[in-house]
C-alpha cells in the first residue's frame, strides 16, 4: 500500500496544517511517512505546496514523481490546476471551491472550473462557505481534509486525534470546533466516494 | 512509541543537543532556519541552558561558535549557503586552527534556488578548506551526523562540515533518537598557541592539516554515510550523493539491479570510487548542487566516456534533482504526467502582505524621486525586494546583503548623484554598518533608507540585531544627526514622508532615513503568542 498526496494553495490558507494533520494520523497508524514543505516566504500570497507520502513499507523519495500522486488536495481552485502533472492518470482532486484573487491577470472562473471538471475524479467542494456557515471561517482547511479524508489511508478517529495532537495548544473550544468542521466536510464526500 | 517526526533541519538540532551540544549559533536563511528554532524551542536545551541565540551575521555566529569550541564544548553554528561566504574567513582559518570542543558548521545549499540568489554548492568549501564534510541523505542520517560529526571533529581537532540541501532541510519522516550525552565540561586548548595564527605557526598547522588528509579519506572510506551496494548488472553503476540515493531507490523499490556507491562523507572515498568504476561499464554521478564528485572522476584532460552526469547533458547542469530526472538519466521508464497544466493558469508570485509598512515607503521614495533620472536605487535582500516588481519597480538591485550601501558609494564615485540605497534593519545590522562607515569617509551623497520593520521577516519573524539603536548606530558612525530621520510609513503619513525624503535627496551628503513600522506579520504572531 501507497498513498501519494500533493498539497497545494495559497500561502497563508492553511495548507500546512493540514500537511501536519495528515502526518501525525499516518504515523500513529504505523505507517511510514515522507512529507515535504515549502518554507521560507513570510509574504502571503504566493503559491504553496508540500508532498504527502504513505505507505506500509518504507519510502525512498521525499518528492511525489510527476504523474504518480493519488490524489490532489488544493485549497484554491486555479491552484490545484497548477499541479496537475504530478496526478496519476485517474488520480483524485479535491479542491476549494471559492478562488483567492490577489493577482490581476487570475483567468475566467467559468474556465477553472470547466478544466477542472474534465477530470474523471474530482470534488469541488465549499469548504470555504460551510466553515463560514459554522461561525468557523480560519477551519476551511480542515473542512477541506474532511473531504479528502475518504481517499487517504488513515481511519477518521485518527485524523480527530491528529487535530486534537496539532491544533492542542491552542485549547479544547479550537480543537472541538475543528473536529466538527472535519466531519461537516467528510460528509461531503463520504457518500461520493463509498 | 514516542512520535518523532522532525524535518531534517529538527533532525540535525535534535541530534546535536543529544549529542550534548553547548551552543548554537547562526544567522537566518531559508532553509536552514528551522536547525536553530528547533534548538530555541527544544524543553531539554532551555533545561540545561544551552546556548542558542541568533547573531548578528554569519561570520559571527562562526567565530563564536569556535569560541565555544575553544573553550571545550561543543558548538553548531547554522546558515544558508551564501551565508558561507560572509563566514567564509574563520571557516577557512578554523580548519588551520583546528578546534578542541567539536564543531559543526551545518549549511543549507539550496538547488533550484527555491528562495536565493544563486545555488553554490558548500561541498566545494569543505574541499578547499580540506575538511571533512558530512552530506546526509535522509532525516535519520540527519540525526546521526550530529553525534558522529562531533566525534570526528573532536578526533582529528577539525570542524566538520554538515551539507544539507533544502529538500531534505524540510522534509520530514520518522527517526529514532539514540543514547544522550552529557555536555563536555569547560576545558581550555592544551596548546596555548592553537589558536594563534602567525604566519610561523599557521604553516606549521597546515603541514598538518594536510597530513590528515589520508586520515579523512580512510574515515571515508569505512564511514556508515558511504556505502556500497553490489548489484548484478554491471553494464551500469550509480555514485548517488546525499538526498539523490532516494530518488535512485525510488526507481527499485526491491533493490537495484546495479552497483551503487551511496556518498555522505567526503573526501570521496578512491578505494570505493575505485571498485565502482573499474566494477562498471559506465558510471552515472547524481548529486545536488554542482558537478563536483563528477568533475573528479572525470579527471582532466583525459576523457575516457564512462562517466556521465551534469557535465554531458545526462542530468541537467542547473537545478535541483528529483525521481523523474534521475530516473530518465538511468534509463528507466518513469511515469509520464497524465495532465498538463491548463494554459489558463497564471502566475502566482509572492506579494508584500496587505498592508506592509515596506510598501507605503516605496510609494514615498517613488513620488519624491519623480524628477530624477531612473536608475539610482540600490537594494538588498528582503521581503522589501519585492519592491523590484509591479507595482512598485522601485529598485534596482539585490545582490548580497550589505551590497545596496556600498553600490551605492560606487556609483556616486562614478557620478551618479545622489544615490539611494534601500535595505532592511536585519540587512543593516548584518552588514550594512561597514558600510556606511565608507560612505561617511568618503562623504558621498548616499541616502540610505533602513526600512526597519523590527524583525527579520524574510525568513519567519526573528529578532532584529540592532533593533531599537539604528538612528544611534548611524550617529555613532559619523551621519550627521540633523541627517539622521526618522518617518512612519503609513497612507496618512505619505505627504509628510514624500517630503522628508525631497529633503535629504537635496542635501550633498550622507543621509540615513529609518522607516519605521513593524512587519504586521510579526506583529500578528506576537499578539498571538501574547494572546
Ligand atoms: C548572507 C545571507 N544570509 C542570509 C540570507 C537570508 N536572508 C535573506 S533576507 C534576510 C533578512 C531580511 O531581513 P530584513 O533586512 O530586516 O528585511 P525584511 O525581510 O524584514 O523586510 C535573510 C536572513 C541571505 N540571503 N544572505
Ligand atoms: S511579512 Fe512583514 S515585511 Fe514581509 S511583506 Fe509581510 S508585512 Fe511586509
Known sequence: MKT??????VGGQGVLSIAAIIAVAAVDSGLHLKQTEVHGMSQRGGAVQSHLRMADRPIHSDLIADGTADLLISMEPMEALRYLPSLAAGGAVVTERAPLVNIPDYPPLDAVYAALEALPRVWIVDAEAIARDMRASRAANVVLLGAAS????????????????????????????????????????AAASD | ??????????????????????????????????????????????????????????????????????????????????????????????????????????????????????????????????????????????????????????KYAVPVLVRLTTRLSHSRSAVARREIQPERPLKLPANPQQFVLLPAISRRYYAGLLAKQADFEAEAERSPFNRYEDG??????????????????????????????????????????????DACERVVVLEEGAPLVEELLRGFPVETGRVHGRLDGTLPRAGE??????????????PASAYAVPEIVANRPPQLCQGCPHGDTYRALNEALDGYARGRVFSDIGCYTLGALPPYNAIQSCVDMGASITMAKG????????????????????????????????????????????????????????????????????????????????????????????????????SVIVARRECIETARRRRRAGA
Not at chain 2, 15 to 20: E, K
Not at chain 2, 266 to 275: C, E, G, K, T
Not at chain 2, 435 to 449: E, R, S, Y
Open chain 2, 1 to 154: 512509541m514516542e512520535r518523532f517526526v522532525p524535518l531534517g533541519n529538527e533532525a540535525l538540532a535534535q541530534g546535536a543537543l543529544d549529542a550534548g551540544l553547548s551552543g548554537c549559533y547562526g544567522y537566518p536563511g531559508t532553509p536552514s532556519t528551522e536547525i536553530m528554532e528547533a534548538v530555541q524551542r527544544s524543553p531539554e536545551a532551555a533545561a540545561r541552558g544551552v546556548h542558542r541565540s541568533w547573531c548578528a551575521n554569519e561570520k559571527t555566529a562562526l567565530e563564536a561558535a569556535l569560541g565555544m569550541s575553544y573553550a571545550g564544548k561543543r558548538a553548531l553554528v547554522t546558515m544558508k549557503h551564501v551565508g558561507l561566504n560572509v563566514a567564509a574567513d574563520p571557516f577557512m582559518n578554523a580548519a588551520i586552527t583546528g578546534v578542541n570542543g567539536g564543531l559543526l558548521v551545518a549549511v543549507a545549499d539550496d538547488p533550484s534556488m527555491h528562495s536565493s540568489q544563486n545555488e553554490q554548492d558548500s561541498r566545494a568549501y569543505g574541499r578547499f578548506a580540506l575538511i571533512p564534510t558530512l552530506e546526509p541523505g535522509n532525516q535519520q542520517e540527519a540525526y546521526d551526523a550530529a553525534a558522529y560529526g562531533f566525534e570526528l571533529s573532536e
Open chain 2, 411 to 510: 556609483a556616486t564615485d562614478a557620478g551618479l548623484r545622489p544615490a539611494v540605497a534601500v535595505i532592511g534593519d536585519s540587512t543593516f545590522s548584518h552588514s550594512g554598518l561597514t558600510g556606511l562607515l565608507d560612505v561617511v569617509n568618503a562623504g558621498a551623497p548616499v541616502k540610505v533608507i533602513v526600512l526597519d520593520n523590527e524583525t527579520t521577516a524574510m525568513t519567519g519573524g526573528q529578532p532584529s540585531p540592532a533593533h531599537g539603536h539604528i538612528e544611534q548606530v548611524a550617529i555613532g558612525l559619523g551621519v550627521p544627526a540633523e541627517h539622521v530621520r526618522t518617518i512612519t510609513p503609513l497612507p496618512r503619513q505619505h505627504a509628510q514622508n514624500v517630503a522628508v525624503i525631497r529633503e535629504e535627496l537635496a542635501y550633498e551628503g550622507v
Open chain 1, 4 to 9: 501519494d498526496v500533493v498539497l497545494a494553495g
Open chain 2, 232 to 277: 548484478p548488472d554491471r553494464r551500469l553503476g550509480i555514485l548517488a550523493c546525499g538526498i539523490t540515493y532516494n530518488y535512485l531507490m525510488e526507481h527499485f523499490p526491491d533493490g537495484c539491479p546495479h552497483p551503487v556507491l551511496k556518498i555522505g562523507q567526503y573526501p570521496l572515498p578512491r578505494a570505493l570510487v575505485a571498485r565502482l568504476v
Open chain 2, 321 to 334: 534533482l528529483n525521481p523523474t530526472l534521475v530516473g530518465r538519466a538511468l534509463g528507466v521508464e518513469v
Open chain 1, 150 to 189: 475518504p481517499f487517504l489511508p488513515v481511519a477518521a478517529g485518527a485524523l480527530e486525534a491528529a487535530i486534537g495532537v496539532v491544533f492542542g495548544r491552542k485549547g479544547e473550544a479550537v480543537v472541538e470546533q475543528n473536529i466538527a468542521a472535519f466531519r461537516r466536510g467528510r460528509a461531503v464526500t
